[in-house]
């Protein structure tokens, strides 16, 4: 689970990589219209510190957020303090109403390693979406699309503080390790350094679909949008 240390600085790293939450959200957002055009609801499941979620805010009447993460959960509610923000965790939330979409963006479903964990993950989404509400999700990479010794690295500077940021990520089982090691620097703390090790699970196109099947959805794969690993997009059963 992520902490403090990474929630300070994770936007700002990954923005510096290029990623553009914005330019995802809408992606989503086209694909639930074409299923919903009347969705106006939206609860996006492990939200980290909101990027996804305060472009969410712009494109839907109402937005609320999910995280496991205390500290992610505290970033993302002062971001939009007007937004409710719920610390939990996806396979057993319940927040006692329903929305018009959920979201799980940037791969999170990934951290639930089983398919029987995924499955119950999935239904409890589905206990949270009105009938004919819509489900996306930003998988984790396919067994046969994850690169093994794959490593990534990554330094940006705002103001007067630079991150640097490398990862090694290493196939493990039907899941990827990943060794993330950061350098933080700036003028009133000088230099530090901390790391996380992430355990990811490599579920097939397959697995996740018969996921959403058995969680009651009719789903649809796009091997494209938003961010290269491409997008689920189920539709809840309207019964």
Do not use: N
């Amino acid at each position: 689970m992520y902490g403090a240390e990474l929630a300070e600085i994770y936007e700002l790293i990954h923005r510096g990589r290029g990623k553009d939450y914005l330019q995802e959200a809408a992606a989503v957002e086209r694909q639930v219209r074409k299923r919903r055009p009347d969705a106006a609801t939206l609860l996006d499941v492990a939200c980290g510190t909101g990027a996804h979620l305060r472009c969410f805010d712009e494109l839907f009447d109402e937005v609320a957020g999910l995280e496991l993460s205390e500290p992610m959960a505290r970033f993302a509610h002062a971001a939009l303090p007007r937004v409710p923000v719920h610390v939990g965790d996806m396979r057993d939330f319940d927040l006692g109403r329903t929305y018009d979409v959920i979201t799980c963006m940037f791969g999170s479903i990934g951290y639930l390693l089983t398919e029987s964990a995924l499955v119950d993950a999935l239904r409890r989404c589905a206990r949270h979406l009105t009938p004919g509400g819509v489900l996306a999700v930003d998988p984790w990479w396919f067994p046969e699309t994850y690169r093994h010794g794959h490593v990534a690295g990554s330094t940006v500077t705002v103001g007067e503080r630079t991150v640097s940021r490398v990862s090694h990520s290493v196939r493990e089982g039907a899941a990827s390790r990943m060794h993330v090691h950061y350098l933080v620097a700036d003028g009133a703390s000088g230099v530090r350094h901390f790391h996380e090790t992430h355990l990811i699970g490599l579920f097939s196109q397959k697995q996740y679909e018969a996921a959403f099947t058995a969680a009651g959805f009719g789903v649809d794969y796009l091997p494209v949008e938003p961010a290269g690993r491409g997008l689920f997009v189920g539709v809840r059963s309207a019964g």
